[in-house]
């Protein structure tokens, strides 16, 4: 049995219509859990199943009375009750790594809600099916590479053959797998004719850097107090002369946390800060409309009826067409990572910057009074590297190419690798802002220079000091690193 704090989880209503990042998110965390499916939706997906046999039956749908991809143009009798699974052995080569729960069931949650909008002409069995793995605690084993953003075929097709009863699933503690299922040659196409792997990990990257994006304000706040910035850049005539939304959210963010009001008076001595602290807005904001971006873009796709065919029961018609083709999710990922990338490098700045005499006031590197102490001299370092490897992976995936089946596909959008990409940056800007928390920390500290009371900033460096080691002298980081590491979530909600 699952325990009792997962059953009083929040409900998630699935439609096929309605369906969020954040909702995939919780779902995949198993913060939430699924509610019984919207009775309209499933009714129609029954129609819509109905309609797709009729319709195999009289005439060439692809891959329910053909085979796939340069095989379209053979023929599979109706009699031929194992082509379904045919496909399904055949296609379900994924290799790699077994990826991580959360991330196939992610998955199940984006393909159940897609199966919900009623075009893929799949029996509804399946949905209650991976309906049944969310609630019960399972999700098959997916290994991680089998996709170009075409369809995330290889990864779908292990999850068809799991609920046929051929393919391992993974069980939490308490656990249970949902029974098999019959599946026929109407539905194993329908199943795999889809990007719900991707669009899951999407998904699940968007919510996580969503939130760091949100911590990095409260932490680039310390980080300019700690060195006597200037509020100016942030002035709302400022903005307003240059209205981009993200840039001008940013600014109105960091006012608050300060406690600034729209129009800060100009500080004493520096006539203007480096970009590090003077640039805040211009290079977040990017990433805020970069992140809304890729929210509209994911929230199109994940209650999409974007199987090939399209099994339209008004029409009583097979559509055949490319809405497979992950082009607009792949280019938001890429412009999204980049964006944040950016904000990585503002980061690493400011940490450069608190290294600095000049502005701290305080000794090099913040090391303590013994002679050439080191202090966090190696933390510049640390995050460098955590910013190389963010940088990587930043590598737009759009400019990827691949000509596969016999030339039938010659083009692929590579947003499956754009979503690998994005989860694995997650984990580079986290190391990042932990490196300047732990630096700005540690200069107010040095300074004895607290936050007024009563402000955002204030709460979020009484988190730091709260669980941040207080020892200046030369000494290992890497637990205090960590720490911070683990507060940035906390950041986030300030």
């Not at 002409?121 to 953003?149: Q, W």
């Not at 929230?299 to 055949?320: K, T």
């Not at 490897?389 to 947003?415: D, I, N, Y």
Request: proline residues 6%; hydrophobic residues 45%; glycine residues 8%.
């Amino acid at each position: 049995m699952l325990d009792a704090g997962r059953r009083a989880a929040r409900l998630v209503a699935l439609d096929g219509n309605g369906l969020g990042t954040a909702d995939v998110a919780a779902l995949a965390e198993r913060t939430a859990r699924t509610a019984a499916p919207d009775p309209k939706a499933l009714a129609h997906a029954e129609e819509s199943w109905d309609t797709a046999r009729r319709l195999a039956a009289t005439g060439r749908v692809y891959g329910r009375s053909t085979g796939v991809g340069a095989n379209r143009t053979e023929d599979v009798g109706t009699a031929d009750a194992e082509h379904g699974l045919r496909l399904l052995r055949s296609h379900a080569g994924a290799i790699g790594d077994p990826l991580p729960a959360r991330e196939v069931r992610a998955m199940l949650v984006v393909r159940a809600n897609q199966l919900l909008a009623g075009g893929a002409g799949l029996h509804p069995a399946v949905i209650t099916a991976l309906l049944s793995a969310l609630d019960g605690g399972a999700h098959p084993v997916v290994n991680e590479f089998g996709a170009v953003g075409t369809g995330d075929l290889a990864a779908l097709a292990q999850t068809g053959l799991a609920l046929a009863g051929e393919h391992p699933w993974a069980c939490e503690p308490g656990g249970r797998a949902p029974a098999a299922i019959p599946l026929d040659s109407n539905d194993a196409l329908a199943l795999i004719s889809s990007n719900a792997l991707t669009l899951g990990q999407s998904a699940l990257a968007l919510d996580e850097l969503r939130r760091l994006l949100a911590a990095s304000l409260p932490v680039a706040a310390l980080s300019l107090l700690a060195v006597g910035g200037s509020y100016e850049p942030f002035a709302e005539p400022v903005m307003r002369a240059r209205p981009h939304p993200g840039s001008a959210a940013a600014a109105a963010r960091l006012r608050t946390l300060s406690g600034v009001p729209d129009r800060p008076s100009p500080p004493l001595g520096r006539i203007q800060d480096p970009y590090g602290f003077r640039c805040i807005p211009q290079i977040h904001g990017p990433a805020l409309d970069a992140a809304d971006t890729l929210e509209q873009v994911l929230a199109v796709d994940l209650n999409a009826a974007a199987e090939n065919p399209l099994i339209s029961v008004e029409d009583q018609a097979a559509y055949h067409h490319g809405n497979f083709y992950a082009a607009h999710a792949a280019l938001a990922l890429d412009t999204f990572r980049l964006a944040v990338l950016q904000t990585a490098r503002l980061s690493t700045a400011r940490l450069a910057a608190l290294s600095e005499p000049d502005f701290t006031r305080l000794r090099p590197f913040l090391g303590d009074a013994a002679p050439a102490s080191s202090g966090v001299m190696i933390l510049e370092y640390a995050a460098g590297a955590a910013l190389g490897e963010m940088r990587a992976v930043s590598h737009p995936a759009s400019l990827g190419h691949a000509v596969l089946s016999r030339g039938v596909e010659e083009q692929a959008s590579f947003a499956s690798l754009g979503a690998r990409q994005t989860l694995r940056a997650c984990t580079h800007y986290r190391h990042v802002l932990a490196c300047e928390l732990v630096a700005a920390v540690r200069a107010l500290r040095m300074r004895s220079l607290e936050p007024e009371p009563g402000l955002p900033v204030a709460a979020a460096y009484a988190l730091a000091t709260e669980v941040l080691d207080p020892r200046m002298e030369d000494r290992p980081l890497t637990d205090d690193v960590a720490v911070a590491a683990g507060l940035l979530d906390r950041l986030a909600d300030l």
